[in-house]
Nanobody, 124 residues
Framework: QVQLVESGGGLVQAGGSLRLSCAAS????????MGWFRQAPGKEREFVAA????????LYADSAKGRFTISRDQAKNTGYLQMNSLKPEDTAVYYC?????????????????WGQGTHVTVSS
């Protein structure tokens, strides 16, 4: 089973940028899609963005559209989430996960176990 490890989180001021990475280890990422999720304190885990690993089609939550960009480097077996124009409400633990498709990516449909996540804190 492929293991996904998130990194790249940190503390940033509002308006700043971060790039999160999701490295697949153990074997080549061979799922249809990779997704990013986040969970803020006291809130449910929510979908942020997803990408079809083979053809690169993407899907974004409304909160991410125009500010976040999901991408992947198949040679490096790594996915990315570029986050620009960050807002305090983006503060959360961010997780990546594998899924059966971009369209159906949700916390309920991910494959395998969740990783530790990476913390993102946006100060006002």
């Amino acid at each position: 089973q492929v293991q996904l490890v998130e990194s790249g989180g940190g503390l940033v001021q509002a308006g700043g940028s971060l790039r999160l990475s999701c490295a697949a280890s153990g074997r080549t990422f061979n799922y249809v899609a990779m997704g990013w999720f986040r969970q803020a304190p006291g809130k449910e885990r929510e979908f942020v963005a997803a990408i079809n690993w083979s053809i690169g089609t993407t899907l974004y939550a409304d909160s991410a559209k125009g500010r976040f960009t999901i991408s992947r480097d198949q040679a490096k077996n790594t996915g990315y989430l570029q986050m620009n124009s960050l807002k305090p409400e983006d503060t959360a633990v961010y997780y990546c996960a594998a899924g059966p498709s971009v369209a159906t990516m949700s916390p309920e449909t991910v494959r395998g176990s969740w990783g530790q996540g990476t913390h993102v804190t946006v100060s006002s």
